[in-house]
């Protein structure tokens, strides 16, 4: 009699376990287009009877449902800079309204009125300043983000601190006197080679540095930098002030790569000290040339559109053409990303089984990269699914016959007399 009463039990186990199962199946389906959802899979665990008494049958099943978290979806392309993927490991750290903070793939962010990137779920895309970002993964580093918002609102300008001028200077010049160096200030100032260099204040306006080099003797240069707003009028000598800086600069007569000068530091004016790299600088046999010149620092201006790059650098692009770094994306990931607990709206968050979160920045070791105007695809396959129902729908009914069999043979023993 206790065999039959057994049968009942294993029967009805096995039938929710199958629910279980379309449970998942039909979750499964109903996410095949969610962006950057992980198919849950049921995992059946064998519950045995025989541990209460060896000469028992009729053990039965339990279910254990997951998300297999780890998989990669497939990448779409879109049309918004603002829709992210991650290929690789990692997550975004996003947060609701109160300011709590989950993790999630789905990276479906568009600006809201306020300028905050927020997915299609209403959780908000977290990332550090562009000044603060951490420089390797740490620990803990989640309370030092901030959510991420576009600033269409405002005018952004940077004064410059720092650039690089790569020339040539020609190693046949002539040797200028003394008396006639630029940095002199006279009327009748010679020098061997002259650029410009337009840099920018505290305020963001343009400032045009004129630079002078004159050679001095056998290797050994004298250069010289003005503010052009200074200069007579018509240009040149003499300046109403005298040089923003004046430096020697010499040169290894054996292969004509800089020896010594290099950093330039002067001060803009207007703005803050700029520190202008020429260590690239040569004298060779050639005529002057300039083979690059680059600086920091913007002009004021709005911004037109954002920009991001795999190292999860956001960038404004202005609308003077310039672009200037506003945050750095962190990506975050725990030890056992398969056992993070999932709710509602597509996010995950950090457990005792998944393990401490962790941050750091795409790239490097442990985290992927984020692909902009991509989005992550569902890893549900519809083929799959459909198939997976029909066994589950087969085995629940195969376990409700047992059910109806087992009643038939209490039903029997109930009338034996």
């Not at 895309?125 to 603060?132: E, I, Q, S, V």
């Not at 506003?326 to 398969?338: C, F, M, Q, R, T």
């Amino acid at each position: 009699m206790s065999t039959t009463f057994g049968l009942f039990n294993t029967s009805v186990m096995g039938m929710s376990a199958q629910s279980d199962a379309l449970a998942a199946v039909a979750e499964n389906i109903a996410n095949s287009s969610t962006v950057g959802y992980k198919e849950a899979t049921t995992h059946f665990l064998t519950v045995l009877n025989g541990f209460q008494n060896s000469g028992e049958f009729g053990g039965g099943v339990t279910t254990r449902n997951r998300y297999e978290i780890p998989t990669q979806g497939a990448l779409q392309s879109t049309s918004s800079a603002t829709d992210l993927a991650i290929h690789g490991a990692g997550f975004f750290v996003v947060s609701d309204d109160s300011g709590a903070t989950y993790l999630t793939r789905a990276g479906s962010f568009a600006p809201d009125a306020e300028g905050r990137l927020v997915n299609s779920a209403g959780y908000y895309l977290m990332g550090y300043a562009a000044d603060g970002a951490p420089s390797a993964s740490s620990t803990n580093s989640l309370t030092s983000m901030s959510v991420v918002r576009i600033r269409n609102d405002k005018l952004f300008a940077t004064p410059t601190t720092a650039g690089a001028l790569t020339a040539n200077l020609p190693a046949g010049a002539t040797v200028v006197a003394p008396a006639a160096l630029p940095s002199t200030n006279g009327a009748g100032a010679q020098f061997s080679a002259k650029t410009s260099i337009t840099v920018y204040d505290n305020l963001g306006a343009p400032v045009i540095l004129d630079v002078f080099f004159a050679k001095t003797g056998a290797n050994t240069w004298e250069a010289s930098a003005f503010n052009k707003a200074d200069a007579a009028p018509g240009g040149g000598f003499p300046y109403a002030n005298p040089a923003l800086v004046t430096q020697t600069v010499a040169f290894d007569p054996a292969n004509g790569n800089l020896l010594s000068g290099s950093p330039i530091s002067l001060s803009v004016p207007g703005g803050g000290t700029m520190s202008l790299d020429i260590a690239d600088a040569t004298q060779l046999g050639a005529a002057f040339s300039v083979q690059s010149v680059n600086v920091n620092g913007n002009g004021a201006s709005s911004v037109r559109e954002v920009m991001f790059a795999s190292d999860g650098t956001l960038s404004y692009l202005l609308e003077n053409g310039q672009s200037i770094p506003a945050y750095k994306i962190g990506l975050a990931n725990v030890n056992s990303p398969v056992n993070l607990t999932s709710e509602s709206g597509n996010v995950f968050v950090a457990n005792g089984d998944s393990g401490q979160v962790f941050v750091g920045l795409p790239g490097t070791a442990g985290f992927g990269r984020i692909l902009s105007s991509k989005l992550e695809s569902s890893t549900v396959d519809l083929a799959t699914q459909l198939s997976s129902m029909i066994v589950a729908q087969r085995a629940f009914t195969a376990n409700s016959q047992s059910f109806q069999v087992a009643s038939e043979i209490l039903q029997v023993l109930n009338n034996l007399k």
